[in-house]
């Protein structure tokens, strides 16, 4: 699937209970899973740095040294603190299993080091699956998985509230796991079986986020309940796990709508809650901090700023809080930081004495974003962070702060200086590839939220970060001239213009001259002909709504529609013939073949498959009318006439999409690259005999869920494989 981000770009009701189903150990054979390599591979990520929202970091409370962290799509991890770097956790989980890589909640046990253990699920929309519990005894090495029959949203509203999962202060053996629409669950064998916890208060609604945060306060339970109106209860808590209450004397009012996180500071017998008008990460405009004395029950708004106000330049100061985290070494020493603070820009307030006086972390400091310079966005410099809701303290150390944001995690190790942890944290949702056949790079990505990017080298971040001139958030499309890789081009969303051209392989840009007005709103896939000479541009609404294609004979400057082109089509520019354009309509599917150089289209084959917009048609380096027809379960085919027919390719059942790479010594084809399937399991897979046979590259401990977008070979070295993934970055593998 590609990211589903429902409150930055666009439920069912569930039962009472789950019911408890038998853990399966991960790897056990089963359908579509567990078929053995045929080749050796090693498979690493391209860095680029972090590049996703990190919606939680846990240190573990006896550990020195050990945390884990976890995202909206992109998995979860353990930091290393030998090799300064983050181990991820659970590449294992394959194409089926594509809805499990967003982590929800995790939970480590206090009296157990080794134990781990992680709640997934991305999205509990109906056609998304059920979520799991994955638990560990050696910190997430190998994991024992039980599936249960509850969604969750990992990548949903309120994902970036605290954990929903929690060991038992009284009992290791007992863990509580709080659902958005399926009220509080609890297990008893350590996660293997789970049911419906008795007694919880909170209504389950289909629409609500449920139950928003666990946490233990000595050896009673604390649970935030997402679901209120301002004026009712949301924060209960029980003694003995069996009769719960509503927290006497608690906040309201709509600044305190929504508990987000709380930290309990031991030594004073605080309890300190973020609250927000709206779950988050988007949408807050109000909120506050308070903390309950538990000694004696009186609560005490500790927020160091009231929202909405007016900044320096009259904008509205609206926010709302999010993370907090306590001292574990120092008593009434906590950090708090706002989120979806836009105008004045989200903070960190830091405060020694209980919450009385407050200092804004921000002001005072150094962001050094020299390993990973797209964080400018383009600027000269970047921001403190947005998107601020996982905030941590590290308990053996009073000056080691990480907090998440949207696109990476700072850390501080002097509470002044900052700079992304993130070294093994990729987490970005990648749409293009492109390994060019000559030049400094050889690879240039377009992605979710970060645009494009020309990779000098795969194991350090783009030193020039993301195309600029303009920046795009999420690319939509990118392209290079086969005849002349010196010329790329891109398109995507910018509030600065949607297009652009490269004449030096895509280190630095120009804008389109001007532009077709569907492209600010409708930006969809571009493509060149082989020389560079002819540039077609398609528009599709974020909606799905699907509009004309246009035509550029001037590097951008004027367009002219082409009334013959199928609508919301994909453009594919013949690498051998710089008059020849394919298009495949995936509505009707039918093959459109331009001869004049995308002046006109007209129908090639037809009667192929049809009804998905994610069918994919890909050219054959070096060759003019060899194409290759991904149409996902109906299988692959190949056209050797342009695209007036095709036949099928009898050695696979599957094909998602496919790529080529340098050919094999003593090959004259292309080697080819695909993700598909040749007998059970959904995988990668490298031919070296135009698709007559193929050999699986990747393994049981590297799938990534959906990788279904786009792979790319390198021409320049055999073996090499680019591939897209849906929140694990960019993978690249090679024979070893």
Known sequence: MRTFNLSRRAVLAGTAAAAALTALPVGQARAHAAEAAGSSYRWRNVFIGGTGF?????????????????????????????????????????WDDWNLLGVEAMAVDPAH?????????????????DGAVLRSEDRGATWARTDLTVKLGANEDGRGTGERLLVDPRDSDTLWLGTRHDGLLKSTDRGATWAAATGFPGTPSASGQGVTLLVAVGRTLYAGWGDSDGSAANLFRTADGTKWEA?????????????????????????????????GPNGQSDGSVHKLCTANGKWADVSPVKPGGTTSDGSADTFGYGGVAVDARRPGTLVVSTNNRWAAVDTVFRSTDGGRHWTSLKDSAVLDVSQTPYLKWGADAPKFGWWIQALALDPYDS????????????????????????????????????SPPAGE?????????????????????????????????????????????????????????????????????????????????????????????????????????????????DNGATWTEISSFPKGATPV??????????????????????TDSGLSFTQG???????????????????????????????????TDGGLSFDKVDSCWASYTLGFGKAADGADYPAIYMVGSTETITAVYRSDDEAKTWVRINDDRHQWG???????????????????????????????
Not at 399 to 423: C, E, F, N, S
Not at 573 to 594: E, I, K, M, N, Q
Not at 721 to 732: D, F
């Open 441 to 553: 790079a050889h690879l240039i990505s377009g992605s979710g939220d970060i645009g494009v990017m020309y990779h000098e080298r795969l194991t350090a971040s783009p030193s020039r970060g993301m195309a600029t001139n303009p920046v795009f958030g999420s690319a939509t499309g990118l392209a290079q001239a086969a005849a002349k890789p010196a010329y790329v081009v891109r398109s995507g969303w910018g509030d600065h213009g949607n297009g652009a051209y490269s004449n030096d392989g895509g280190q630095t840009w120009a804008p389109f001259e001007a532009q077709p007005s569907l492209a600010k709103d409708a930006p969809g896939p571009i493509a060149v002909n082989a020389d560079g000479s002819v540039l077609l541009w398609v528009f599709v609404h974020w909606d799905g709504t699907k509009y004309p294609a246009y035509r550029s004979t």
């Open 706 to 736: 959906w990788t279904g977008e786009v792979i790319t070979g390198d021409p320049r070295v055999y073996g090499r494989v680019y591939l897209a993934t849906n929140g694990r970055g960019i993978q690249y593998g090679e024979p070893v």
């Open 605 to 639: 084959a037809t009667g192929l498959p049809s009804g998905d917009s994610q069918f994919e048609l890909v050219a054959a380096p070096g060759r003019s009318g060899d194409l290759w027809l991904s149409v996902k379960w109906n299988g692959l085919y190949r056209s």
């Open 113 to 129: 080091p080794n134990r781990v253990y992680l709640a997934l699920g991305t999205y509990a929309q109906s056609w998304a699956g």
């Open 399 to 434: 000056r080691h702060v990480v907090y998440g944001t949207g696109a990476t995690l700072y850390g501080t190790r002097d509470l002044k200086h900052w700079a992304p942890q993130i070294r093994g944290m990729e987490e970005t949702s990648v749409r293009q590839l492109i």
């Open 54 to 94: 990190v919606t939680g970091v846990l240190f573990h409370p006896s550990v020195r040294g050990l945390a884990y962290a976890r995202t909206d799509i992109g998995g979860a991890y353990r930091w290393d603190s030998g090799a300064a770097a983050w181990i991820p956790l659970t590449d294992h989980l394959g």
């Open 247 to 279: 927290v006497p004397g608690q906040p309201s009012g709509t600044a305190a709508k929504v508990p987000i996180r709380a930290a309990y500071d031991r030594f004073t017998r605080e309890l300190y809650v973020t609250y927000a008008n709206a779950p």
């Open 573 to 594: 520019a013949d690498p051998a013939d710089p008059t020849h354009f394919h298009a495949y309509d995936t509505d009707t599917g039918t093959l459109y073949v331009s």
